[in-house]
């Protein structure tokens, strides 16, 4: 599997050391990067063995790569996802944040149709997703909700001496607040009732020191109740370490023969 990382940060940076250095994903190598710090790029491409791209396009055309895995931020997302499926290339999607458009998410589906080409989303921080596929599936799933607890130096705006509620409502209005803090909210949503429908509320504590998610659904099926706590990752109290290893995740399982869940 040869493939196209957009995103030099510390997703980015944690795929290079565990693909291209640790061997992680044996048929696998990170041949192409595209970073918009260039500078950084160029010290990643060497240091991990790949080649810097000086654009997004180029590495979207470039006949070496056949998947491209986005961890960079919703904005690319938007802007680069149809392109790279229409060139009949597969998307790991990380900001999967960019999916709370409902007719943006319908668009993709219609041109992974056309062209054959597949997106992934990895799970992210949190778990519990197989449960409400199976409720939805029937249309069992009465209601889902998400409660985030971060600490404030994780929230732009958050009080450093109190915990304080920094959003209550839908998935939809909670990423469009904080496009970089709750993508968990929309995979969530979208295994469940969707961004519409999936209750979120985001505190802000600074007694805490990692990032917690509790989950909760109701359905015929019964109830779910999953308390997630994650270790964020180095140098960026905004990104849990457990999203960096579901996108390894999903790259390790894209091609078993045998699928769990």
Do not use: W
């Not at 054959?116 to 449960?131: E, F, M, N, Q, T």
Request: charged share 20%.
């Amino acid at each position: 599997m040869r493939i196209g990382l957009i995103g030099g940060g510390n997703i980015g940076k944690f795929l290079l050391q565990s693909i291209n250095m640790d061997g992680l994903l044996p048929d696998g190598k990170i041949v192409g990067l595209y970073s918009r710090n260039q500078q950084n790029a160029e010290q990643l491409a060497r240091e991990f063995d790949t080649e810097n791209y000086v654009d997004i396009q180029s590495l979207i055309e470039s006949a070496a790569i056949d998947l491209v895995i986005e961890a960079a931020n919703i904005q690319v997302v938007k802007d680069y996802a149809a392109v790279i499926l229409k060139s009949g290339k597969d998307l790991v999607v990380s900001s999967v944040g960019a999916l709370a458009d409902g007719h943006f998410y319908q668009q993709l589906e219609r041109i992974c149709q056309e062209a054959r080409s597949k997106i992934y989303l990895p799970a992210g921080a949190i778990g519990g997703l197989d449960i409400l596929k199976a409720a939805k599936s029937c249309d069992e799933l009465e209601s889902v909700s998400i409660v985030t607890r971060k600490p404030p130096m994780a929230l732009p705006g958050a009080p450093a001496d109190r915990e304080q509620v920094m959003f209550e409502g839908t998935a939809k209005e909670a990423i469009e607040l904080f496009p970089k803090n709750i993508n968990v909210s929309i995979i969530l949503s979208l295994a469940g009732l969707g961004p519409n429908k999936t209750s979120v509320k985001i505190i802000s504590d600074p007694a805490v020191r990692k990032n917690s998610h509790l989950i909760e659904a109701v359905g015929t099926f019964g109830a779910l109740s999953l308390q997630v706590e994650n270790d964020p990752m180095p140098n960026n109290p905004k990104t849990s370490y457990l999203a960096a290893l579901s996108v390894l995740s999903v790259l390790k399982n894209k091609d078993a023969v045998v699928k769990v869940g």
